[in-house]
């Protein structure tokens, strides 16, 4: 079974702080993606990565950032934290084109973020 | 920007009735997928419907696709309590060889005992 692991389940972070939240999949699968999640919203791409060291920006990459060093992992940052981005953020994984055309996407369980 | 636009936005019925839930998407799409969430957890994948398929099923799960009209149904066929939960359907769409997979703000499904 695919696993998608995010570190934190819960975060609390205050205005202005750098942070961190990390994802690491054991699938070997090439594309992953970051989405928040708010209510009455849905998800919403932030970013997503078919390659390591590749990156393509989401609908709403302001204000976020992400790093892609090793195939297993996708980190996503937020460079100076602000209130309107306390959200649940969740991490997914699928195969890339090559080895699995119409791949769906394994999600881990999320993280809730909230910005004080 | 949504790709996917779930309908109805909340829907309660009886265990053992059926439950429908629609999606309309815009552009041209690869495929389409249906997910569940239970409450704070993440999604989990249920089934995907490819762009040439019309009609699939899994369990007590049933998908159509009208690419004319843009639209996917998800059926669930005598619903359980521990349906309860929330459907989003995703379209996704390649771009430059990778994938780039958009939601919709989901259906919540309230199923009585």
């Known amino acids: 079974d695919v696993k998608v692991t995010q570190s934190s389940r819960y975060l609390v972070k205050r205005t202005g702080e750098k942070v961190f939240l990390e994802c690491v999949q054991d699938?070997?699968?090439?594309?992953m993606f970051w989405y928040r999640q708010d209510p009455g919203l849905g998800l919403r791409l932030i970013y997503f990565s078919y390659d390591v060291k590749m990156k393509e920006k989401g609908d709403i990459p302001e204000g976020y950032s992400v790093s892609r060093e090793k195939k297993e992992r996708f980190s996503l940052i937020l460079e100076s934290a602000s209130t309107n981005q306390t959200s649940m953020y969740l991490c997914?994984?699928?195969?890339?084109?090559?080895?699995?055309?119409?791949?769906?996407?394994?999600f881990g369980n999320g993280t809730r973020l909230t910005v004080t | 920007s949504q790709q996917g636009e779930e309908d109805p936005q909340a829907l309660s019925i009886q265990e053992g009735e059926n439950a429908t839930m629609n999606c309309s998407y815009k552009t041209s799409i690869n495929n389409l997928q249906w997910y569940r969430q239970n409450s704070g957890r993440g999604l989990v994948h249920l089934i995907l419907?490819?762009?040439?398929?019309r009609e699939k099923h899994s369990g007590r799960l049933r998908v159509t696709l009208d690419t004319s009209k843009k639209s996917s149904s998800l059926l669930i066929t005598a619903s359980r309590a521990a349906d309860t939960a929330s459907y989003f359907c995703?379209?996704?769409?390649?771009?430059?060889?990778?994938?780039?997979?958009?939601f919709g703000a989901g259906t919540r499904l309230f199923v009585k005992a």
């Open positions: 419907i490819r762009s040439n398929e």
């Open positions: 995703a379209t996704e769409g390649g771009v430059r060889g990778g994938f780039k997979t958009i």
């Open positions: 699938m070997d699968h090439e594309n």
């Open positions: 997914a994984s699928s195969w890339g084109p090559l080895r699995g055309r119409n791949s769906p996407l394994h």
